[in-house]
């Protein structure tokens, strides 16, 4: 997994990212990309929000 860049643009190392996490950070972008006339990105990555979700526990 990469690392996960902040604000600062510093990385915050190879802890994983919880799945919460990551499909808040999907619906944000499928948000904009919406709002950006995107709809078949948009559509694409509420799927994969969900997707991520729906999954069990990765280990």
Same mark, same amino acid.
């Given at each position: 997994? =990469?690392?996960? &860049? ?12 919880? !799945? *919460?996490? *990551?499909? @808040?950070?999907?619906?944000?972008? =499928? #948000? #904009?990309? @919406?709002? =950006?006339?995107? !709809?078949?990105?948009?559509? &694409?990555?509420? &799927?994969?929000? @969900? ?5 069990? !526990?990765?280990?």
């Amino acid at each position: 997994m =990469a690392p996960i &860049r902040t604000q600062n643009g510093t990385a915050r190392g190879t802890d994983p990212v919880s !799945p *919460l996490m *990551l499909s @808040h950070q999907l619906l944000s972008l =499928a #948000e #904009e990309a @919406h709002r =950006a006339g995107l !709809p078949r990105s948009a559509s &694409r990555l509420l &799927r994969l929000a @969900h997707s991520v979700c729906n999954d069990g !526990p990765h280990r």
